[in-house]
């Protein structure tokens, strides 16, 4: 081969080769938009400081965390401040994956109708702010949520929806052994 030719080849190779790597970068950063999803609420502005009271309800089970002279209470029992922090630390914690569905019709398969799921109310200021908790996706950390009034319903991560269905005994704060007794 003359040079000419070598060189042609050369330049032809270089050329395919910014190309494919062009499309490279620009194939890996639209499925880096495409990971990013904004949902109609932001859970993590729903802090122990700000709210006033939690309510956890499904079906007859009803869970209500009230903060009372900067102590919390679940269902008039003294709640554990370890266990009210970690709630509310899983509050923002809480990642948005996916719009599961923007279809009404659809609510009763994400298990997001008012029968099926976890209604999760926050009061701040005397207003409520209400989710559904829905069921649990492909692993115990995914779930799915939607905001009442809102017709999305988002695939989550995150430890909420265990937090939520724990009975309301997992909340109470531990009576400290008394002195003088012993396990039997």
Do not use: C
């Not at 029992?77 to 994956?97: M, N, Q, R, W, Y």
């Not at 398969?109 to 559904?132: H, P, Q, S």
């Not at 909420?160 to 400290?176: C, F, H, I, N, T």
Request: glycine fraction near 8%; hydrophobic fraction near 35%; avoid cysteine.
């Amino acid at each position: 081969m003359d040079s000419k030719t070598i060189k042609s080849l050369l330049i032809i190779f270089v050329g395919l080769l910014a190309i494919a790597v062009g499309f490279h970068y620009l194939d890996k950063s639209s499925r880096e938009k495409k990971s990013i999803v904004t949902a109609d609420f932001n859970l993590s502005d729903f802090t122990e400081k700000k709210v006033e009271k939690v309510r956890v309800k499904k079906g007859n089970d009803e869970k209500i965390l009230i903060k009372e002279n900067e102590s919390w209470k679940i269902n008039g029992d003294e709640a554990s401040p370890d266990k009210v922090s970690g709630f509310f630390s899983g509050l923002s914690e809480i990642k948005i994956k996916e719009i599961a569905s923007k279809n009404v019709n659809n609510h009763k398969k994400f298990g997001i109708t008012k029968d099926d799921a976890y209604l999760l109310a926050f009061t701040r200021n005397g207003e409520d702010a209400v989710f559904f908790i829905g069921k649990s996706s492909v692993s115990p950390d995914l779930f799915y949520i939607k905001k009442k009034g809102s017709k999305n319903v988002y695939l989550a991560s995150g430890a909420l929806r265990g937090l939520v269905s724990q009975d309301a005994s997992a909340w109470l704060k531990e009576k400290p052994e008394k002195k003088g007794e012993e396990n039997k």
